[in-house]
């Protein structure tokens, strides 16, 4: 079984991958969204210049550009994002595995199907089962037109069904349910690998009170554990969203207080300080109180690059204490790591 963390394709998580450790590449398959940008072009090459850094050797990069306008990338260029994509990570030496959806129209499937030859490494099909977003599930008809279209076998496809957001228990449940009724639509056929994933962080930290840690319950785990006990066969791959809601955010204005979502086994712990002290000072007292508290883990420093960088701003041995960008990457590095040892603690990796 493997991790399947879904994550921003942004600077912060891109820093997490890359300082991963072997343990955790061993048992993770990392999808990266695009972010929309108007600049779709500066998306694009500043998303493959991130991976090239990032991405350790071997490891194929599962992308998802649903989320970016499917038109011509450039005037006169043949082909849409994951054509780019494909061609920009090739020539950097990333392999790819595109990201595609029943709902695609044909050219973006062609520019998948282009990408599945290259890279050889097969697609992604993301299937929404979301209270929020839901789709209809598909016909057998549909599956195979799908893979005639791909020209490719149902067992070079990962099946990744998407929860999306889950925030209570009775959502928890019905999500899960929905879940399980998509993997048993689609187990005639033989998926490569299948995953279900959903996620349950807020949209944002509006309203967590300031100066101390805030609980929320991971309902994204409980709703995996519903559907792996419900499964007639062995348990799909674990999915989650890392520190972030599952959707899309909304452009960020100004800057963050500081804050930490801090991930335990069974909840974040989720740290905002106001701002007092100059600068982004106030961080080392959050870190400081996070690492004299029950939530840091007996491994401490050593659980993650993450919780390293941690221990530097608690005992004060760096000289600034970061800023959005580092506190979302050491927030990141430690969701992965902790994510992964679950699964290796429980057998499942």
């Known amino acids: 079984m493997a991790y399947v963390p879904i994550l921003k394709g942004k600077a912060g998580e891109f820093s997490a991958l890359r300082h991963t450790t072997p343990a955790v590449r061993s048992c993770i398959r990392p999808v990266m969204e695009l972010v929309p940008d108007p600049d779709v072009r500066n998306v694009l090459e500043?998303?493959?210049?991130?991976?090239?850094?990032a991405v350790p050797p071997g490891m194929v990069l599962t992308v998802d550009s649903g989320a970016l306008p499917a038109a011509r990338v450039l005037e006169g260029a043949a082909g849409g994002p994951i054509d780019r994509l494909s061609e920009s990570l090739g020539l950097r030496g990333v392999p790819m595995r595109?990201?595609?959806r029943l709902t695609d129209p044909p050219d973006v499937l062609a520019e998948a199907s282009r990408a599945a030859a290259a890279h050889r490494s097969g697609v992604c099909l993301r299937l929404s089962v979301a209270a929020d977003a839901p789709g209809p599930l598909p016909e057998r008809g549909q599956i195979r037109a799908l893979l005639g279209r791909l020209r490719l076998g149902p067992e070079e496809v990962d099946l990744l069904v998407d929860a999306g957001p889950v925030g209570?228990?009775?959502a928890r449940d019905l999500l899960a349910d929905r879940a399980l009724g998509a993997l048993r639509a689609l187990s005639p056929w033989p998926w490569r690998r299948e995953c279900v994933a959903a996620g349950a962080f807020?949209?944002?930290?509006?309203g967590?009170?300031?100066?101390?840690?805030?609980?929320?319950?991971?309902h994204d785990v409980r709703l995996w554990r519903r559907v792996a006990r419900g499964c007639d066969a062995e348990p799909p791959d674990f999915g989650d969203f890392g520190v972030t809601h599952p959707r899309m955010p909304a452009r960020s204005r100004g800057t963050p207080d500081p804050n930490m979502r801090y991930t335990t086994p069974e909840d974040w712990q989720v740290?905002?300080?106001?701002?007092?002290?100059?600068?982004?000072?106030?961080f080392f007292a959050l870190s400081a109180d996070l690492v004299g508290s029950a939530h840091w883990p007996a491994a401490g420093a050593r659980t993650s690059w993450g919780d390293a960088r941690l221990e530097e701003c608690a005992t004060r041995q760096r000289a600034r204490a970061g800023?959005?960008?580092?506190?979302?990457?050491?927030?990141t590095s430690h969701h992965l790591a902790v994510a992964s040892r679950a699964l290796m603690t429980a057998g499942h990796a």
């Open 323 to 331: 800023g959005g960008t580092q506190w979302r990457a050491w927030g």
């Open 98 to 100: 595109p990201v595609i």
């Open 46 to 53: 500043t998303f493959c210049d991130r991976a090239m850094d």
């Open 202 to 206: 807020p949209v944002n930290l509006t």
């Open 271 to 282: 740290y905002v300080y106001p701002r007092v002290r100059s600068g982004n000072d106030d």
């Open 168 to 170: 209570s228990d009775r």
């Open 208 to 218: 967590f009170p300031r100066g101390r840690a805030t609980p929320v319950p991971r």
